[in-house]
């Protein structure tokens, strides 16, 4: 019963972790294209712009709004891009709205939340390839996915040669049956030697593997692998987005920013001051709920007793 017991704690703080380190993971790298429009026409002109975006901290601010990222451009045609890294998704912080501000032709603009409620108005996909090796980036062939696909059918024989069909029996499992375990004297104890990959515990004896079982597999993966060569792969490197590093954006992004026409253009400076800490969101409802009134009600009634007004 112990060792079930230790053995489910270990189950447990291993997906924790494995949660702990997605929720911690940074967003992913992007490019935007913005695309100026007046009227429902494109913006042909150029067009100096300026983004803030405002958020809540996932390190303990509350719901106190600040802001949490911010970049001046200028867009010299129609269907500008730009490195939006840390711009509308920031590495631990909650995005609530954020806005833009410019001049284009001497007209000032300003549209509030323009990219929308959880950056709906974003246009994403993402970078279009299937594997990358050694800075290079590869999209899957017919001859490709033929070759993949006969040496899956290999090793799982009764494979239907669907994408998400059931694979069925594994041909190297025949090296893993009960007669072809060797058995050991190790312990079996949680954690033990016995948990390495090239053993298995069955009836509470731990089994070594024989190493044909591992042998095949060896082999299947370097099968796979001589579908990755060039021959059988399209090179897509120069056709993806990359930053002035050289490093790939997973993301590619666009966006139309409707800019207001003039008539209905509130002077810029009109606008209310945004720094750095604008109003702080308020989650409070109208009335307060019964265990408030209930507490408001007992604090009045201990003042009273003393000669105190509530």
Same mark, same amino acid.
């Given at each position: 019963?112990?060792?079930?017991?230790?053995?489910?704690?270990?189950?447990?703080?291993?997906?924790?972790?494995?949660?702990?380190?997605?929720?911690?993971?940074?967003?992913?790298?992007?490019?935007?294209?913005?695309?100026?429009?007046?009227?429902?026409?494109?913006?042909?002109?150029?067009?100096?712009?300026?983004?803030?975006?405002?958020?809540?901290?996932?390190?303990?601010?509350?719901?106190?709004?600040?802001?949490?990222?911010?970049?001046?451009?200028?867009?010299?045609?129609?269907?500008?891009?730009?490195?939006?890294?840390?711009?509308?998704?920031?590495?631990?912080?909650?995005?609530?709205?954020?806005?833009?501000?410019?001049?284009?032709?001497?007209?000032?603009?300003?549209?509030?939340?323009?990219?929308?409620?959880?950056?709906?108005?974003?246009?994403? %996909?993402?970078?279009?390839?299937?594997?990358?090796?050694?800075?290079?980036?590869?999209?899957?062939?017919?001859?490709?996915?033929?070759?993949?696909?006969?040496?899956?059918?290999?090793?799982?024989?009764?494979?239907?040669?669907?994408?998400?069909?059931?694979?069925?029996?594994?041909?190297?499992?025949?090296?893993?049956?009960?007669?072809?375990?060797?058995?050991?004297?190790?312990?079996?104890?949680?954690?033990?030697?016995?948990? %390495?990959?090239?053993?298995? @515990?069955?009836?509470?004896?731990?089994?070594?593997?024989?190493?044909?079982?591992?042998?095949? @597999?060896?082999?299947?993966?370097?099968?796979?692998?001589?579908?990755?060569?060039?021959?059988?792969?399209?090179?897509?490197?120069?056709?993806?987005?990359?930053?002035?590093?050289?490093?790939?954006?997973?993301?590619?992004?666009?966006?139309?920013?409707?800019?207001?026409?003039?008539?209905?253009?509130?002077?810029?400076?009109?606008?209310?001051?945004?720094?750095?800490?604008?109003?702080?969101?308020?989650?409070?409802?109208? %009335?307060?709920?019964?265990?408030?009134? @209930?507490?408001?009600?007992?604090?009045?009634?201990?003042?009273?007793?003393?000669?105190?007004?509530?």
């Amino acid at each position: 019963m112990k060792t079930t017991k230790n053995i489910l704690i270990m189950i447990i703080l291993c997906f924790s972790f494995v949660g702990i380190a997605r929720a911690d993971s940074g967003p992913l790298t992007r490019q935007t294209t913005f695309y100026f429009q007046q009227n429902g026409q494109p913006v042909m002109q150029a067009v100096t712009f300026n983004i803030k975006c405002y958020g809540t901290s996932m390190m303990g601010s509350g719901n106190k709004l600040l802001k949490i990222s911010e970049i001046s451009e200028i867009c010299q045609e129609y269907g500008c891009k730009f490195n939006t890294n840390n711009l509308f998704e920031v590495y631990r912080q909650n995005t609530e709205y954020c806005d833009i501000e410019g001049e284009v032709n001497g007209q000032n603009f300003f549209v509030s939340n323009f990219v929308g409620d959880n950056l709906s108005g974003l246009n994403c %996909h993402y970078a279009d390839y299937d594997i990358s090796n050694d800075g290079r980036y590869y999209r899957e062939t017919p001859e490709y996915k033929s070759c993949y696909n006969a040496v899956v059918k290999e090793y799982y024989p009764s494979w239907n040669g669907e994408k998400d069909g059931n694979l069925g029996k594994f041909l190297c499992d025949q090296y893993k049956t009960y007669e072809k375990l060797i058995p050991t004297t190790i312990s079996t104890e949680p954690n033990g030697p016995c948990y %390495h990959r090239e053993y298995i @515990i069955k009836d509470d004896i731990c089994y070594q593997i024989p190493q044909d079982y591992f042998d095949c @597999i060896a082999e299947m993966n370097a099968k796979k692998a001589l579908c990755k060569q060039e021959q059988y792969l399209e090179d897509v490197t120069s056709e993806l987005a990359m930053d002035s590093n050289g490093y790939l954006f997973e993301q590619i992004c666009e966006i139309i920013v409707n800019i207001p026409a003039p008539a209905s253009v509130s002077n810029v400076n009109n606008q209310e001051n945004l720094n750095t800490q604008p109003t702080q969101i308020t989650n409070e409802q109208p %009335h307060k709920d019964i265990f408030s009134q @209930i507490g408001d009600f007992f604090r009045c009634l201990f003042l009273k007793i003393f000669g105190k007004s509530c």
